[in-house]
């Protein structure tokens, strides 16, 4: 399966460690499958006069749910609110993953997500505003070891804020 990773660089050998706390699944190498999304990601980089970089992986992902610890959210349901809660509040239970699968917090998530954080809405209106959203996926390695075995860099291109 082919990966999309955005940054201000080529990232030919990815690192768990450089990503930043608090993320949605917590510290991790952040990619999706869908181009779109990581060209969306890089505009935050392109709008600013930097340069962004999609950076193109293959996901040797053939039997990896059964060799790794592999956690996939399919849906913005309870469990996923929990954990996106967690991750963003500086919990660790990312940790017990090896590679982490779900819909991204985009805008509109988030503002659900936040409002819930706030408690300006409890969890049953939240997870009624998450219902008629449709996911879209990230995958985010924890684990560098699982990292290094299954995702190979394949190229890159760069975007402009012209481009994007």
Known sequence: ??????STQIVEMPLV??????LDFGKGFYTTNLQEQAEKWVQKFTLLGKKG???IY???DEG????CRYKIF?????????FILSCR?????????DIIEGGIANDKVFNTIELYFSKLIDKTEALKRLKFEKPNKQICFISQEVL?????????YELTGKNT
């Open 89 to 97: 509040s500086g919990g660790k239970d990312y940790l017990n993953y």
């Open 1 to 6: 399966m082919k990966l999309y990773h955005g």
């Open 64 to 67: 990896i749910k059964e060799k």
């Open 17 to 22: 460690s450089y990503g930043r706390d608090n």
């Open 58 to 60: 293959d996901f040797q």
């Open 53 to 55: 970089c999609i950076n």
């Open 74 to 82: 399919l849906e913005y349901n309870e469990e996923w609110l929990d």
């Open 148 to 156: 290094n075995n299954v995702l190979r860099y394949e190229s890159a």
